[in-house]
Each structure stands twice: as structure tokens, then as C-alpha cells.
């Protein structure tokens, strides 16, 4: 992916974003036409429009949208997380790509309410943070839009409660990779759990300092 910069903003071609839900799919993060994805455009954003199939879909079949959630251009409804993403873009001004995905290990742990634990090193690598877990809301509300815009905070990713993750970046390459990171940790999270008596750390994965302690 080569983003561009346009009005300081990275911006991905339109074939990008398509690629990169396909991408997604692929590797199970999303099933059929759930899931979206949209860039920071100059006079808003640019979003996968909803319940279209990404294999079928072209760059024409993309949603332009501005501040305020009118379209400026496409034939489709933008997805129905539109609000989501301009709640985040508003918080952020670092944030120029977004994805939103249903990972299965990511996803089931978002209904324990929890942070993601323990934290591996992808997170520290790509400086994603600590991955909080937003409130539950119903899909494409604002009151879901407000709680992923708040518990995202400064990270580069933010469960939702019973429903998937959210990832952030300067570009959807960025955006990408912190979705994968957020779903390994999960994974490595849950085996942990599965484990005859599991297991936490209480360390940090570059100093080295503390390390693996067993819960009661």
C-alpha cells in the first residue's frame, strides 16, 4: 500500500481499501459483507459502503462523506459504522485510516469486558498500547460511536464490547497490522487461559523486568 499525503493527510488509493477488506476476509477476521474500513479524505472520508460483497466491489462502489455524514459521493449507503468512524477521526487527528473487524479470538474476548492481557511484544513493536475495551452499544449508534472514540484514547486499537475491534493508523497498512497484532494477542491470551493454572505477566516484554506469575 502507498498512501499519499493530501492536505496532511496520508490517504490510500481507493483499490487499497477494498484490498485490505478483502485481505481481512481472508484470513477470517470478517465474514461476508460485515466489517469496514475507511481513509481521511481532504473534505471528510472515504468508507466501504454496506452490505456489499468485497469481491464484487469497486472503487466506484466506495461511499465520500463529509464532517457532518452526507455523502459527496457514491450510489451506496455508507456502512452503517460511518458514525463510528467520524467519532474517531474528530478525536484523532493522527488517525487517517480505520478498520473495523469481527476476529474470533479478539471478539470472544471482548465479552469478558476486559482488557486484553498479557501484553506481547507486536504491542509494544508497533506502539500500540494497551487495548482497552469500549461499553457495549448497538451497532451504528452514537452511542456506540462515543464509547469506541473514548476508550480508544491515545492506543492504536480498542475492543467493543460483544462485537469486535476497532484498529487506527496513519495509513490502512498501519491500521492492518495493529487489527493482526490485536488478534495474536488475543490468541496467545486464551491459550494462556487454557493453561492447567493461567497465567499472567506482570512484566514488560523489552526490559525484560518482571515475567510470568500464576494466578489463584
Do not use: K
Not at 47 to 66: F, N, Q
Request: glycine letters at 14%; hydrophobic letters at 45%.
Amino acid at each position: 500500500m502507498r498512501p499519499v499525503r493530501l492536505n496532511g493527510a496520508l490517504v490510500n488509493r481507493p483499490e487499497e481499501i477494498i484490498e485490505a477488506m478483502r485481505g481481512l476476509r481472508a484470513r477470517g477476521f470478517v465474514v461476508g459483507t460485515v466489517g469496514n474500513a475507511s481513509v481521511r479524505i481532504a473534505d471528510g472520508l472515504r468508507i466501504t459502503p454496506s452490505r456489499r460483497d468485497y469481491d464484487a466491489m469497486g472503487p466506484e462502489d466506495l461511499v465520500d462523506v463529509d464532517g457532518r455524514g452526507r455523502v459527496l459521493h457514491g450510489g451506496h449507503r455508507p456502512s452503517r459504522e460511518l458514525w463510528l468512524h467520524l467519532a474517531v477521526y474528530g478525536a484523532r487527528p493522527d488517525v487517517c485510516a480505520i478498520v473495523h473487524t469481527h476476529s474470533p479470538y479478539a471478539t470472544a474476548w471482548s465479552f469478558l469486558g476486559e482488557p486484553i492481557s498479557p501484553q506481547t511484544e507486536e504491542m509494544s513493536y508497533y506502539g500500540i498500547g494497551r487495548v482497552g475495551v469500549a461499553p457495549a452499544a448497538p451497532a451504528g449508534s452514537p452511542e456506540l460511536a462515543a464509547a469506541v472514540a473514548g476508550s480508544l484514547g491515545t492506543a492504536g486499537a480498542v475492543l467493543l464490547h460483544g462485537h469486535g475491534v476497532v484498529a487506527v493508523g496513519a495509513d490502512l497498512a498501519t491500521a492492518v497490522t495493529a487489527a493482526e497484532a490485536v488478534e495474536h494477542q488475543a490468541h496467545v491470551g486464551w491459550l494462556l487461559r487454557g493453561a492447567p493454572a493461567p497465567l499472567a505477566w506482570d512484566g514488560d516484554v523489552h526490559t525484560g523486568e518482571g515475567g510470568l506469575t500464576w494466578r489463584d
